[in-house]
């Protein structure tokens, strides 16, 4: 195994992961205005 290739993974690994939580966030947030409008 080569150090390059798995720093690569990891970097590619950390993205993916930062743009779920990012896409989880907005989604929650409107999930939640969409909550308080229907409940007013």
Known sequence: MRPELTD???KSK???GK???IWLRVI???LHL??????K
Do not use: F, P, Y
Request: proline fraction near 0%; aromatic fraction near 0%.
């Open 8 to 10: 690569k993974d990891r």
């Open 14 to 16: 950390i993205i993916k």
């Open 19 to 21: 743009k779920i939580e």
């Open 28 to 30: 929650g947030k409107k």
């Open 34 to 39: 969409v909550h308080l409008c229907t409940h």
